[in-house]
C-alpha cells in the first residue's frame, strides 16, 4: 500500500474517531519537501471539504522562504484556506481552531512552539511535520539551539538530546505516518483500523438553573455545563467578612477559559438587574492568555441582547463594556493588588502567577474564580493545588467550589496526538508516589546525591526523567516546554538529583556553568556588552567592578525544586549541602541563584549562607517581584568578592528606600540588610548635630513629633544599619521592620501601620520605643553638652 492510500485511510479513521493525525515528511530537498506536503493537504482537502489551516515557518531563514514559495506553488487549486505565520506569532495562536497545521521544523524545534500549536487542530484534523533525516539534523543548530550557545562554549558543544527523543517519540506513535520524501520510502507506517467511532453526547440541563437559557445553549459539553452550574454560587454576595471561590482546572483545550467568559456575561446580566452596575476584573499574566475567555464574554453578552463596547491594547481584548452599566476590564496581576469595587474576579491560569499576588488578591475580594491548567505550554500542575488550593481550603472564612473540565471541546477523548505531545514534552510527568517507606526512608536521612551521565539519563531513562521532571511541571509554578529543551541541548547546563536510597527522586536541580570569562570578553562587558549565560558574573562586573569575579568558575541553581508531597522537611537544604560539597570537590569558586524575591524564598537562601549582591531596581510588571541575585562563595577569592559586592549591595538598597525600592515589603528589606558580620561602615558614627540630638530626646520623651524629628530619626536608624555586623546592639525583627517601613522607606503612617499589620497608634508608641534604645546605644559617639545629657538622665528617671 502506497503512502497516499495509507494517508487517506488514517484521515478517514481520524475523522469518524474525531481525532487528529500526523503525518511527517523527512527530507533534505526543499521542492520535494513542499510537494509531499501539499499533496498531503490535497488529500486531506477530498475528505474534509475546503478546510481552513496553518502553515508555519522561519522567516529569516531563505530556505523556509523557498520552501513556502514551493508549497503555495503546488497547492494551487486545492480547495484549502491558509494562513502564512512565522512562528513568533504562536502565543497570538492558542485560542483560534484549524482543520490542519503544517510545521516546518526544519530550521527550528522550539518545545514551546509545538507545545503551544499542539492544542489548536480540531478533530478529525492533521498536522503535517517537515523535519531533516536524523542523522542530518543533529549536525545542524536550530534557532532554538543557538540561543543556548555562551561564550565559553563552541557549537559542536551543544547537545542534541530534545531532537532524538522528538524522533524517537515520533517513531513510537501509533497515529503517525512517516516519510522519506528524498527517497520515496514509508519510514513507518501508522495503525490503522482499532479506533472505536464517536458520537458526540447530548447535553442535559439542569432543571433548575439561574443562569440565562441562552448562556446554557452556548455550552459544547456537559463538562461546561456543570462548570457554568457551579458558577452560579457568585450570584449571592457573601456575607461580611466571608468569600466564595470557585476553582476551576483543566487540561488544555477542555474550554475552560471559554466557559468563564460565558459565567461573567451571565453574572453581569444578573448584577446589573440586581444592583445597576456590575464591575469585573480579570487578570492573568499577559493579556493574550485572557484572549478566549474575553472573546466569549462578548458572544455571552450578545447572545443576551446587549451591544457591546470592546477595547484592544496591541491585538489583546483589554476591555469589555456596556454603557454605563457593565465593565469586564483585564488588570495585570500585580496590579490587582491596588484595585477596589470589583464585584467579581478571575484570575485565569493561576498557576503562572506568583503566590503573594494570589494570597493579595484573595485577601482583597470575596468572590474570585481561579482557573488553572493541570498540564500543557501554560505550565501548571498539581503545585496550585498542593500549595495555594490547600491555602484556600483551610481558610473558615472561604468557601471554595472546585470543578475539573475533562472533557476535550475540539476533539474527542483519549486524543493520539494530545497524547503523544504531552509524552514527548513531558506534560504529564510526575514525581514518583510517596509511600510509608519513603517517608521511614526520609526520616533515617537515607539520601544518595545522584550525577547522571546525561545522555543516559535523558534517553534512556525514561522512568527516572519524568520523576526528575515531574517533580518541576507540579511543584515548580512557572514550568514550559522550553525549559526541557535547555535542560537537555544546553552546553552549560546540566542536572542534579537528591534519590531515596531505594531510587526515588524527591529534589530535582537544573544547574548552569557561569564564569571562567577571558580577559577579552571581560573587556567587552565593561563597555556594555551583554554577557549571555553569564547572570551573576555580567551583573557583578557591571555594578560592582568586579572583572576578576568573572574569571572564576561559578555554577547558578537555575531551579531547585522538592517533591510537593515532602516540602518542608530540610531536603532542599540537603540538596544545597551536597551541591556545595561537589563544588568545593570540582574546584568551584562559588554557588549562586537568582529568582524573584518573596520573604519565605529569602529567607531560605539566606539561611543556608547565600548573600544578596545585586536586585534589579523595578519591579517585574506581571508578577509584581523584584529580582534578586545571591552567591555562596566556596574559594576565598570568591569570597573576598561576595563580601564586597554583598557590601555596596546593601548600601545601594539603604539609600535607595525612598527611591525605587520605597515600596519593598520590609521583611524583605530587613533580610536583603542581613550584615553577615560585616559592617558597611566601621567607623561611621551618627551626624547629630546639637539641636538634632535635642530634638530626639524631645521626641523620644516629650512632646516633639516624628515630623519634627524625621531627619535626626533618619541618620540614627541609618547609623544602626551602617554599623550592623559591628555592634553589640541587635533589634528584635518587628522593630526593625517598623524602621524601614516608617523611617528608611518614608511610608506615611496609615500605609506603614497597615503593610505592618499594627494600629496607627500602636506604631507611634512603638517607635518611640525604639529610637529611645537607638539614642542611649549611639548618643556617646556624639559630643554631647552637659546640660543635654542631664536632660536625658532626668527623662530617664521620670520614666
Same mark, same amino acid.
Request: proline share 5%; glycine share 6%; aromatic share 10%.
Given at each position: 500500500?502506497?503512502?497516499?492510500?495509507?494517508?487517506?485511510?488514517?484521515?478517514?479513521?481520524?475523522?469518524? #474517531?474525531?481525532?487528529?493525525?500526523?503525518?511527517?515528511?523527512?527530507?533534505?530537498?526543499?521542492?520535494?519537501?513542499?510537494?509531499?506536503?501539499?499533496?498531503?493537504?490535497?488529500?486531506?482537502?477530498?475528505?474534509?471539504?475546503?478546510?481552513?489551516?496553518?502553515?508555519?515557518?522561519?522567516?529569516?531563514?531563505?530556505?523556509?522562504?523557498?520552501?513556502?514559495?514551493?508549497?503555495?506553488?503546488?497547492?494551487?487549486?486545492?480547495? *484549502?484556506?491558509?494562513?502564512?505565520?512565522?512562528?513568533?506569532?504562536?502565543?497570538?495562536?492558542?485560542?483560534?481552531?484549524?482543520?490542519?497545521?503544517?510545521?516546518?521544523?526544519?530550521?527550528?524545534?522550539?518545545? @514551546?512552539?509545538?507545545?503551544?500549536?499542539?492544542?489548536?487542530?480540531?478533530?478529525?484534523?492533521?498536522?503535517?511535520?517537515?523535519?531533516?533525516?536524523?542523522?542530518?539534523?543533529?549536525?545542524?543548530?536550530?534557532?532554538?539551539?543557538?540561543?543556548?550557545?555562551?561564550?565559553?562554549?563552541?557549537?559542536?558543544?551543544?547537545?542534541?538530546?530534545?531532537?532524538?527523543?522528538?524522533?524517537?517519540?515520533?517513531?513510537?506513535?501509533?497515529?503517525?505516518?512517516?516519510?522519506?520524501?528524498?527517497?520515496?520510502?514509508?519510514?513507518?507506517?501508522?495503525?490503522?483500523?482499532?479506533?472505536?467511532?464517536?458520537?458526540?453526547?447530548?447535553?442535559?440541563?439542569?432543571?433548575?438553573?439561574?443562569?440565562?437559557?441562552?448562556?446554557?445553549?452556548? *455550552?459544547?459539553?456537559?463538562?461546561?455545563?456543570?462548570?457554568?452550574?457551579?458558577?452560579?454560587?457568585?450570584?449571592?454576595?457573601?456575607?461580611?467578612?466571608?468569600?466564595?471561590?470557585?476553582?476551576?482546572?483543566?487540561?488544555?483545550?477542555?474550554?475552560?477559559?471559554?466557559?468563564?467568559?460565558?459565567?461573567?456575561?451571565?453574572? *453581569?446580566?444578573?448584577?446589573?438587574?440586581?444592583?445597576?452596575?456590575?464591575?469585573?476584573?480579570?487578570?492573568?499574566?499577559?493579556?493574550?492568555?485572557?484572549?478566549?475567555?474575553?472573546?466569549?464574554?462578548?458572544?455571552?453578552?450578545?447572545?443576551?441582547?446587549?451591544?457591546?463596547?470592546?477595547?484592544?491594547?496591541?491585538?489583546?481584548?483589554?476591555?469589555?463594556?456596556?454603557?454605563?452599566?457593565?465593565?469586564?476590564?483585564?488588570?495585570?496581576?500585580?496590579?490587582?493588588?491596588?484595585?477596589?469595587?470589583?464585584?467579581?474576579?478571575?484570575?485565569?491560569?493561576?498557576?503562572?502567577?506568583?503566590?503573594?499576588?494570589?494570597?493579595?488578591?484573595?485577601?482583597?475580594?470575596?468572590?474570585?474564580?481561579?482557573?488553572?491548567?493541570?498540564?500543557?505550554?501554560?505550565? *501548571?500542575?498539581?503545585?496550585?493545588?498542593?500549595?495555594?488550593?490547600?491555602?484556600?481550603?483551610?481558610?473558615?472564612?472561604?468557601?471554595?467550589?472546585?470543578?475539573?473540565?475533562?472533557?476535550?471541546?475540539?476533539?474527542?477523548?483519549?486524543?493520539?496526538?494530545?497524547?503523544?505531545?504531552?509524552?514527548?514534552?513531558?506534560?504529564?510527568?510526575?514525581?514518583?508516589?510517596?509511600?510509608?517507606?519513603?517517608?521511614?526512608?526520609?526520616?533515617?536521612?537515607?539520601?544518595?546525591?545522584?550525577?547522571?551521565?546525561?545522555?543516559?539519563?535523558?534517553?534512556?531513562?525514561?522512568?527516572?526523567?519524568?520523576?526528575?521532571?515531574?517533580?518541576?511541571?507540579?511543584?515548580?509554578?512557572?514550568?514550559?516546554?522550553?525549559?526541557?529543551?535547555?535542560?537537555?541541548?544546553?552546553?552549560?547546563?546540566?542536572?542534579?538529583?537528591?534519590?531515596?536510597? @531505594?531510587?526515588?527522586?524527591?529534589? #530535582?536541580?537544573?544547574?548552569?556553568?557561569?564564569?571562567?570569562?577571558?580577559?577579552?570578553?571581560?573587556?567587552?562587558?565593561?563597555?556594555?556588552?551583554?554577557?549571555?549565560?553569564?547572570?551573576?558574573?555580567?551583573?557583578?562586573?557591571?555594578?560592582?567592578?568586579?572583572?576578576?569575579?568573572?574569571?572564576?568558575?561559578?555554577?547558578?541553581?537555575?531551579?531547585?525544586?522538592?517533591?510537593?508531597?515532602?516540602?518542608?522537611?530540610?531536603?532542599?537544604?540537603?540538596?544545597?549541602?551536597?551541591?556545595?560539597?561537589?563544588?568545593?570537590?570540582?574546584?568551584?569558586?562559588?554557588?549562586?541563584?537568582?529568582?524573584?524575591?518573596?520573604?519565605?524564598?529569602?529567607?531560605?537562601?539566606?539561611?543556608?549562607?547565600?548573600?544578596?549582591?545585586?536586585?534589579?531596581?523595578?519591579? @517585574?510588571?506581571?508578577?509584581?517581584?523584584?529580582?534578586?541575585?545571591?552567591?555562596?562563595?566556596?574559594?576565598?577569592?570568591?569570597?573576598?568578592?561576595?563580601?564586597?559586592?554583598?557590601?555596596?549591595?546593601?548600601?545601594?538598597?539603604? @539609600?535607595?528606600?525612598?527611591?525605587?525600592?520605597?515600596?519593598?515589603?520590609?521583611?524583605?528589606?530587613?533580610?536583603?540588610?542581613?550584615?553577615?558580620?560585616?559592617?558597611?561602615?566601621?567607623?561611621?558614627?551618627?551626624?547629630?548635630?546639637?539641636?538634632?540630638?535635642?530634638?530626639?530626646?524631645?521626641?523620644?520623651?516629650?512632646?516633639?513629633?516624628?515630623?519634627?524629628?524625621?531627619?535626626?530619626?533618619?541618620?540614627?536608624?541609618?547609623?544602626?544599619?551602617?554599623?550592623?555586623?559591628?555592634?553589640?546592639?541587635?533589634?528584635?525583627?518587628?522593630?526593625?521592620?517598623?524602621?524601614?517601613?516608617?523611617?528608611?522607606?518614608?511610608?506615611?503612617?496609615?500605609?506603614?501601620?497597615?503593610?505592618?499589620?499594627?494600629?496607627?497608634?500602636?506604631?507611634?508608641?512603638?517607635?518611640?520605643?525604639?529610637?529611645?534604645?537607638?539614642?542611649?546605644?549611639?548618643?556617646?559617639?556624639?559630643?554631647?553638652?552637659?546640660?543635654?545629657?542631664?536632660?536625658?538622665?532626668?527623662?530617664?528617671? #521620670?520614666?
Amino acid at each position: 500500500m502506497g503512502w497516499t492510500e495509507l494517508l487517506q485511510g488514517l484521515v478517514k479513521e481520524g475523522v469518524s #474517531s474525531n481525532h487528529r493525525r500526523l503525518v511527517v515528511f523527512v527530507g533534505t530537498d526543499e521542492e520535494r519537501l513542499a510537494k509531499y506536503a501539499a499533496d498531503a493537504l490535497r488529500i486531506f482537502s477530498s475528505i474534509v471539504k475546503e478546510p481552513h489551516g496553518l502553515y508555519m515557518y522561519q522567516p529569516e531563514y531563505p530556505d523556509a522562504q523557498r520552501r513556502m514559495g514551493k508549497f503555495k506553488e503546488f497547492i494551487e487549486g486545492i480547495a *484549502a484556506s491558509i494562513d502564512y505565520r512565522p512562528y513568533k506569532d504562536t502565543d497570538k495562536l492558542l485560542g483560534i481552531t484549524v482543520d490542519f497545521a503544517v510545521l516546518d521544523l526544519m530550521n527550528d524545534l522550539k518545545p @514551546n512552539d509545538v507545545g503551544r500549536m499542539g492544542g489548536i487542530v480540531r478533530g478529525g484534523g492533521i498536522y503535517i511535520f517537515m523535519v531533516p533525516p536524523l542523522n542530518e539534523w543533529i549536525k545542524q543548530l536550530t534557532k532554538f539551539q543557538q540561543s543556548l550557545l555562551v561564550p565559553q562554549y563552541r557549537p559542536e558543544d551543544v547537545r542534541h538530546f530534545l531532537k532524538i527523543r522528538f524522533w524517537n517519540k515520533l517513531m513510537s506513535m501509533d497515529k503517525a505516518l512517516i516519510i522519506n520524501v528524498d527517497s520515496g520510502e514509508i519510514i513507518k507506517e501508522p495503525v490503522i483500523g482499532d479506533s472505536q467511532p464517536w458520537k458526540q453526547r447530548e447535553l442535559v440541563m439542569p432543571e433548575r438553573i439561574r443562569f440565562s437559557k441562552a448562556i446554557y445553549e452556548l *455550552a459544547k459539553t456537559q463538562d461546561q455545563v456543570e462548570a457554568l452550574r457551579a458558577m452560579e454560587i457568585l450570584l449571592e454576595r457573601p456575607p461580611r467578612g466571608r468569600k466564595v471561590n470557585v476553582v476551576l482546572i483543566a487540561d488544555r483545550g477542555r474550554g475552560k477559559s471559554a466557559i468563564i467568559g460565558l459565567a461573567l456575561a451571565a453574572l *453581569a446580566h444578573r448584577l446589573r438587574k440586581a444592583k445597576g452596575r456590575a464591575r469585573f476584573a480579570v487578570t492573568a499574566m499577559n493579556p493574550s492568555n485572557v484572549s478566549t475567555l474575553m472573546e466569549f464574554v462578548i458572544k455571552g453578552l450578545k447572545a443576551l441582547n446587549y451591544d457591546v463596547d470592546v477595547s484592544y491594547w496591541g491585538g489583546d481584548v483589554v476591555s469589555v463594556k456596556v454603557g454605563i452599566s457593565i465593565f469586564i476590564d483585564y488588570v495585570r496581576p500585580y496590579d490587582m493588588l491596588s484595585e477596589e469595587g470589583r464585584d467579581i474576579v478571575v484570575v485565569d491560569e493561576a498557576a503562572m502567577i506568583p503566590l503573594p499576588v494570589l494570597y493579595g488578591i484573595h485577601e482583597r475580594f470575596n468572590r474570585v474564580i481561579y482557573a488553572s491548567t493541570i498540564h500543557g505550554y501554560e505550565g *501548571a500542575g498539581r503545585g496550585f493545588s498542593l500549595r495555594f488550593l490547600k491555602y484556600l481550603r483551610e481558610d473558615k472564612n472561604t468557601k471554595v467550589i472546585e470543578y475539573e473540565l475533562k472533557e476535550p471541546i475540539r476533539y474527542a477523548p483519549n486524543d493520539p496526538v494530545e497524547q503523544w505531545l504531552f509524552d514527548t514534552l513531558l506534560l504529564d510527568a510526575e514525581p514518583a508516589k510517596i509511600t510509608d517507606e519513603d517517608y521511614e526512608l526520609i526520616s533515617k536521612r537515607e539520601f544518595n546525591y545522584l550525577i547522571p551521565n546525561l545522555k543516559e539519563f535523558f534517553l534512556s531513562s525514561e522512568d527516572r526523567l519524568r520523576q526528575f521532571f515531574g517533580i518541576y511541571v507540579q511543584a515548580h509554578y512557572r514550568n514550559e516546554p522550553d525549559d526541557l529543551g535547555m535542560m537537555m541541548d544546553a552546553p552549560h547546563h546540566f542536572i542534579r538529583a537528591l534519590t531515596l536510597s @531505594n531510587g526515588k527522586i524527591v529534589v #530535582s536541580v537544573e544547574l548552569a556553568e557561569e564564569g571562567g570569562i577571558s580577559d577579552d570578553l571581560i573587556d567587552m562587558v565593561v563597555r556594555g556588552l551583554k554577557l549571555p549565560g553569564n547572570i551573576i558574573p555580567d551583573r557583578l562586573i557591571k555594578y560592582w567592578g568586579l572583572t576578576d569575579f568573572a574569571k572564576l568558575r561559578g555554577w547558578r541553581i537555575i531551579r531547585i525544586a522538592t517533591h510537593p508531597e515532602l516540602q518542608d522537611r530540610g531536603l532542599g537544604t540537603e540538596m544545597l549541602r551536597r551541591i556545595e560539597e561537589e563544588a568545593r570537590e570540582r574546584g568551584i569558586d562559588w554557588v549562586g541563584v537568582g529568582f524573584g524575591v518573596n520573604a519565605k524564598l529569602l529567607n531560605f537562601w539566606i539561611k543556608s549562607g547565600y548573600m544578596p549582591v545585586h536586585i534589579s531596581p523595578e519591579r @517585574n510588571p506581571i508578577s509584581g517581584e523584584y529580582s534578586v541575585l545571591l552567591v555562596k562563595p566556596i574559594s576565598e577569592k570568591a569570597r573576598d568578592a561576595a563580601i564586597y559586592a554583598n557590601k555596596e549591595f546593601r548600601l545601594r538598597l539603604l @539609600n535607595s528606600l525612598q527611591g525605587p525600592f520605597h515600596d519593598m515589603e520590609p521583611d524583605v528589606v530587613r533580610m536583603l540588610l542581613t550584615d553577615w558580620d560585616q559592617a558597611l561602615d566601621p567607623e561611621y558614627s551618627p551626624r547629630l548635630t546639637e539641636a538634632q540630638v535635642r530634638r530626639l530626646i524631645a521626641y523620644s520623651w516629650g512632646p516633639m513629633t516624628y515630623e519634627n524629628t524625621a531627619d535626626a530619626i533618619t541618620e540614627l536608624v541609618k547609623t544602626y544599619y551602617l554599623r550592623r555586623g559591628l555592634d553589640s546592639i541587635a533589634l528584635p525583627q518587628f522593630y526593625e521592620e517598623a524602621l524601614i517601613c516608617k523611617v528608611l522607606q518614608a511610608r506615611p503612617w496609615r500605609e506603614a501601620a497597615k503593610v505592618l499589620g499594627v494600629r496607627k497608634s500602636t506604631l507611634m508608641l512603638m517607635l518611640r520605643e525604639v529610637i529611645k534604645i537607638l539614642i542611649q546605644y549611639y548618643v556617646k559617639y556624639v559630643e554631647i553638652p552637659e546640660f543635654m545629657i542631664s536632660v536625658t538622665k532626668s527623662q530617664k528617671r #521620670s520614666k
